[in-house]
């Protein structure tokens, strides 16, 4: 780390210990946190896992999709040793790890990861992340200082696997790579009681085909608008996160200004627009799954890299309802 970084660290974590020593004597007011902490479950929604889902066998047939020339089947829409490229001239040439891995173990990062880094819900977006951030997470992945929680599932096993036989070059390229891309804005952050019926959810949600309607209740339930469009790998498809009343307004009062000590202005790290802020990642406009995820894997101990610790007065006093609220807010910005 830089001498500046370090420095700039320093100052913030100054900040912070000043910010709660000086919120210490006020009683939290207007009841926008519970304060209950690490006290809640897993909530499963957020680390969906449903293996008796069944996926038909996939088909050999070519199948295209709407504004791309380029041609691909099922059959390698389900193999993650290729990254789909629908559009190849959206962005500059993959590295081979990114385009196609490296058997046996190490499985294709654009894959899963999307070749222009949107990612899914079931796992991260990588568009636009600081080099030396991804370079720490890799490495934080490979200590065992960042494991993910929640029922093994194909996305966190295959990952695991992959980071596992990395060297020095595959990870610099990967890094090099996403942090190129341009973040795209793709989920549309609504508010509401009731919620298009789910079902049947494998890794992440969909709708039910026979439609109907379901309470959300304490959830973020985020669907891709068009699921072939998602599953077939497509770096276009957009999403729709349904978030409980009241989320919006709740967490971009804790984002701004701490909500009275129950957390720390995101701003402070982030950078004024939570787009990141030199080795510290932006937040804003990606996954709101996945947002609650990290939210509550710092609040777990389940990342305790070195650089994890300053997220670490940000979520130890957070409910899971005010994770909710962040996670819905930060997710409706601009990325
Ligand atoms: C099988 C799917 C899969 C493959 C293949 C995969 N990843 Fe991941 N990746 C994931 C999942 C799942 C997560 C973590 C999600 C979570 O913690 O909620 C993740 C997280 C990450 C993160 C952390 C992002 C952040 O914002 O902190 C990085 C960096 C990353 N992956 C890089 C890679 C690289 C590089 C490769 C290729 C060598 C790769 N991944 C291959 C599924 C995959
Ligand atoms: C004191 C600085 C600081 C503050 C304040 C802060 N963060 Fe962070 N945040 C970080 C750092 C540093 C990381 C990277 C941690 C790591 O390397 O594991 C991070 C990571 C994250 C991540 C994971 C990103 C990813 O790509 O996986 C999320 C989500 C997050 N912060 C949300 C928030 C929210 C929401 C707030 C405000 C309520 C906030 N942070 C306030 C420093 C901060």
Redesign the pocket.
């Known amino acids: 780390m830089t001498f500046f970084k370090t420095a700039l660290l320093h100052a913030?974590?100054l900040l912070?210990i000043a910010a709660s020593t000086i919120s210490e004597g006020f009683p939290q007011s207007g009841g926008s946190s519970t304060a209950t902490g690490a006290t809640d479950a897993l909530p499963a929604w957020a680390f969906l896992w449903d293996p008796t889902v069944q996926v038909p066998p996939p088909s050999e047939a070519p199948v295209t999709l709407a504004g791309s020339n380029v041609t691909y089947s099922w059959k390698q829409a389900r193999d993650l040793f290729v990254a789909l490229d629908w559009h190849p001239e959206a962005h500059p040439a993959m590295p081979d790890i990114v385009a196609n891995g490296r058997k046996p173990e190490i499985r294709a990062c654009g894959a899963c990861h999307r070749v222009e880094g949107t990612g899914g819900p079931e796992n991260?977006s990588l568009a636009g992340?600081p080099v030396a951030?991804f370079v720490?997470?890799i490495a934080?992945f490979k200590s065992g200082a960042?494991v993910m929680s929640g029922p093994l599932r194909p996305s966190t096993q295959f990952m695991s696997a992959s980071v596992k036989g990395l060297t020095d070059a595959d990870i610099r390229a990967a890094a090099e790579y996403f942090a190129g891309l341009t973040r795209k804005s793709l989920i549309k952050v609504v508010e509401s009681d009731t919620i298009p019926k789910t079902g049947p959810s494998r890794l992440f949600y969909v709708r039910s085909p026979d439609g109907g309607t379901e309470p959300l209740g304490r959830r973020i339930v985020e669907m891709p608008d068009v699921v072939d469009q998602f599953e077939l790998r497509d770096s276009r498809a957009t999403f729709t996160a349904f978030v409980p009343v009241g989320s919006l307004s709740k967490g971009e009062a804790?984002?701004r200004t701490g909500g009275s000590g129950a957390?720390?202005?995101?701003n402070?790290?982030?950078g004024a627009d939570l787009k990141g802020l030199d080795a510290?990642?932006g937040?804003a406009g990606r996954s709101p799954t996945y947002?609650m995820r990290?939210?509550y894997e710092?609040q777990h101990g389940s990342?305790s890299?070195a650089?994890?610790a300053?997220?670490r007065?940000?979520v130890e006093k957070l409910s899971q309802d005010d994770m909710i609220a962040?996670a819905a807010y930060?997710a409706s910005l601009d990325p």
């Open positions: 913030l974590t912070i991260a992340l951030y720490q997470q934080d960042r804790l984002a957390t720390v202005a995101c402070l790290c982030h510290v990642p937040i947002l990290q939210l710092f990342r890299g650089s994890s300053l997220m007065p940000t962040l930060v």
